[in-house]
């Protein structure tokens, strides 16, 4: 289970707040993402990036944001744009830019919203 | 964009008896086809994962056949057992792309 961390693990934020999830690996892999996890939707993308200083927009990146200023790092940021955040996060990374490459996922964050 | 649909979204079988997942992916230049398991309260790992070249791949009691006419994927799990149990995904990638687009997931349950 060793090589991508997710924290924290649970995530408490007020409405009208940002909050920002942080991702770690130490895998070398060039490519990281971030999902969503909602009962009964899978898996959704919300944003990736395949190299350091570049990425791109998933399919629901509205109301998020992230930065790749190092390989090892993907924070995400929920702001306060993100109508419904209560959710599970998923933070993976694959070794290569390619989309065939196994995804290795942390453990999560769940945020909810009070 | 491109659409990943995968049937049941809940699946119940009889310890011993053999399990089917079934997905149908939208964009016909998808190439690379993984399956990950979710276990209550873990992370999604990867289980098994099939690329066009081929039509089927085995691996001891899990096997998934890929039908790329009629563009949908299958996962089989056969002598299921208790640790069977489990959230299963399928995904569809065009491999240059860098996004897997995931299905909705089916929740399997194995009844003793």
């Known amino acids: 289970d060793g090589g991508i961390t997710q924290s924290p693990k649970y995530l408490f934020r007020k409405e009208g707040q940002n909050v920002t999830l942080s991702c770690e690996q130490n895998l070398n892999h060039d490519a990281m993402y971030w999902y969503r996890q909602d009962p009964g939707q899978g898996l959704r993308l919300i944003y990736y990036s395949q190299i350091v200083n570049d990425f791109q927009k998933g399919d629901i990146a509205e109301g998020y944001s992230v930065s790749r200023e190092k390989k090892e790092s993907f924070p995400l940021t929920v702001t306060s744009a993100q109508k419904n955040p209560t959710a599970f996060y998923l933070c993976a990374s694959s070794i290569g830019d390619r989309g065939n490459n196994e995804q290795f996922f942390g453990p999560g964050t769940r945020l909810t919203v009070l | 964009g491109e659409n990943v649909e995968q049937h049941p979204s809940t699946l119940s079988v009889q310890e011993g008896d053999s399990a089917v997942i079934k997905c149908t992916y939208s964009?016909?230049?998808?190439?690379?086809f993984p399956w990950y398991k979710q276990e209550l309260g873990k992370r999604p790992q990867l289980i098994i994962d099939i690329r066009s070249n081929v039509g089927e791949k085995k691996d001891q009691r899990i096997a998934v056949t890929l039908n790329k006419t009629a563009k949908h994927f299958s996962l089989h799990i056969t002598e299921t057992q208790p640790e069977d149990s489990a959230v299963y995904f399928c995904?569809?990638?065009?491999?240059?792309?860098?996004?897997?687009?995931f299905g909705s997931g089916t929740r399997l349950s194995i009844r003793p």
């Open positions: 995904a569809a990638s065009k491999g240059s792309a860098s996004k897997i687009i």
């Open positions: 964009d016909s230049a998808s190439n690379y």
